[in-house]
């Protein structure tokens, strides 16, 4: 076991909410620190060796390829993958009762665009506003949410 780890090039905003993330886990950070940046370095581990190496390199497919796969998803390709995730985590809220209320729970939002589309600041920012779009015009999506819990259960089986 390494006693100290020195590492340089750390986003602090980065940094930041991970430590928020340890103590919204744990209620604490002292002592349990550790434990949470080796359990973050086996999930990274673990999706890069899953996954193969995340490259950014271009495709010679015109279709947008699902993770892993190779294949591109039917869903990916009618929708798109920023609604599928929006989808998922309008489905989320719904099942967890905090979709009527009369606002959103900015941190369970985060919470699920972490899980579905990675914890990114841009990538967070991006799927928060698109969830808050679909929020402000719940009227206009009523009418679109049974498709896109459709495509959620398509993902899911």
Do not use: C
């Not at 928020?20 to 744990?26: D, E, F, T």
């Not at 941190?107 to 991006?126: F, H, N, P, Q």
């Amino acid at each position: 076991m390494v006693d100290v780890i020195h590492a340089r090039g750390i986003d602090d905003e980065v940094w930041k909410r991970f430590k928020q993330a340890v103590i919204a886990k744990y209620g604490k950070l002292h002592g349990v620190l550790g434990m949470a940046l080796t359990e973050a370095l086996r999930l990274y581990l673990k999706d890069v060796s899953s996954d193969g190496a995340h490259t950014h390199t271009k495709s010679n497919s015109k279709e947008p390829q699902k993770a892993g796969t190779g294949e591109a998803s039917k869903v990916d390709m009618m929708y798109g993958r920023g609604h599928r995730v929006v989808a998922q985590i309008v489905s989320q809220l719904i099942d967890m009762g905090l979709w009527d209320g009369e606002e959103l729970n900015q941190k369970v939002v985060e919470r699920l665009i972490w899980k579905y589309a990675g914890m990114d600041s841009r990538t967070v920012r991006k799927y928060m506003e698109m969830v808050e779009d679909v929020w402000k015009y719940q009227e206009y999506w009523r009418t679109r949410l049974p498709i896109l819990e459709a495509v959620n259960h398509e993902l899911e089986a």
